[in-house]
C-alpha cells in the first residue's frame, strides 16, 4: 500500500535544506535584530523571510494544506486547527543563537493530519544534521536510525533545559529552582543548547537522557516530538501525563 504522505515528507526534507540553506549565507551578513515579548525572545528578518518561502512553497505545490508558522502568529495572524494536513514551521529556532552566531540554529518542520502527527522534520543547518520521523518508520539523523538512552538512574542522567525566554523574576525563580533540585539529587549534568527541537533530537540520539522546559509553543515541538517518539521515547506534561499529539498540537504553551 502506498504511503500518501511520503511525497510531503520528502518535499519537506527538500525545505528544510533550502532553508538552511538560507540561514547559512544570512550569517555571514550584519543582522538587523527585533524584540518580542522581552529582550531575551528575539525576531530577525532571516526568520521573516525563511517563514515567507516555506509557506509560499506549500501553498503552492499544497494549495489546500493549512499553515501554522511561529512568525506569523506572532505577527497576529489568527489560526484555526482542523483536521486538514497541517504543516507546523519554526523557521529558525534558536534565533537568539543565531543572532550571535552560536553554532545551534534549526529548521523545523512538523506534518499533522487529522491532529495525528505523520512526520517531523529538524535541520540543524550549521551542523548540517537532517533529524527525520515518519509515524510507525522510526527516526533518523542523516540516515542513521535514532534510539533513545537506556538509562533509568537519574543519578547517572544529563538533561537538557533552557532559561526561556521570559525574564519575569518569579519565572526564572523557578526555572533556577528545578534546577538546583536536579543537581542536588545529584544527576550528571545539565545542558542548555538554546533550540527546544535540536534539544528533544538530542534526546532522540540518546546524548541527553531527558528534556524538560517551561512555556514552549507548538511550533517548538510539532517536528521533533515525532523524531523523540519514533526513537523510543515518550513526551510528557508537567503532570507526568503521556501528551498525546491531538492534545499538543492546539496548544498554546506546553512545559514538558
Not at 534558536?94 to 505523520?118: C, D, L, R, W, Y
Not at 544529563?158 to 526561556?164: I, R
Request: net charge negative; charged share 20%.
Amino acid at each position: 500500500m502506498s504511503d500518501p504522505w511520503q511525497e510531503c515528507m520528502d518535499y519537506a526534507v527538500t525545505l528544510a535544506r533550502q532553508a538552511g540553506e538560507m540561514i547559512r549565507e544570512a550569517l555571514k551578513s550584519e543582522m538587523n535584530v527585533m524584540i518580542k515579548s522581552s529582550p531575551a525572545d528575539l525576531v530577525t528578518v532571516t526568520d521573516q523571510k525563511v517563514e515567507k518561502m516555506l509557506l509560499s512553497s506549500i501553498k503552492e505545490k499544497y494549495p489546500s494544506h493549512s499553515f501554522i508558522g511561529e512568525e506569523s502568529v506572532a505577527a497576529g495572524e489568527k489560526t484555526v486547527f482542523t483536521d486538514k494536513p497541517t504543516w507546523i514551521i519554526d523557521p529558525v529556532d534558536g534565533t537568539t543563537n543565531f543572532v550571535h552566531k552560536f553554532p545551534f540554529v534549526a529548521v523545523s518542520i512538523g506534518f499533522v493530519v487529522k491532529k495525528q502527527m505523520e512526520f517531523g522534520v529538524v535541520y540543524s543547518c550549521v551542523e548540517d544534521k537532517m533529524y527525520t520521523g515518519r509515524k510507525g518508520k522510526g527516526a533518523f539523523c542523516n540516515g542513521q536510525r535514532l534510539q533513545v538512552s537506556q538509562q533509568e538512574d537519574i543519578t547517572k542522567s544529563l538533561l537538557v533545559t533552557e532559561l526561556g525566554s521570559s525574564r519575569k523574576p518569579e519565572t526564572l525563580r523557578t526555572v533556577l529552582s528545578n534546577m538546583e533540585k536536579l543537581c542536588s539529587i545529584p544527576i550528571h549534568g545539565i545542558r542548555s543548547v538554546g533550540t527546544a527541537a535540536v534539544n528533544m533530537c538530542l534526546v532522540a540520539t540518546g546524548g541527553a537522557d531527558a528534556y524538560y522546559e517551561m512555556g514552549i509553543h507548538c511550533w517548538d515541538m510539532a517536528g521533533a516530538g515525532i523524531i523523540v517518539t519514533e526513537a523510543g521515547g515518550v513526551l510528557m506534561d508537567v503532570t507526568g501525563e503521556v501528551l498525546a499529539p491531538q492534545s499538543m498540537l492546539p496548544s498554546h504553551r506546553w512545559t514538558i
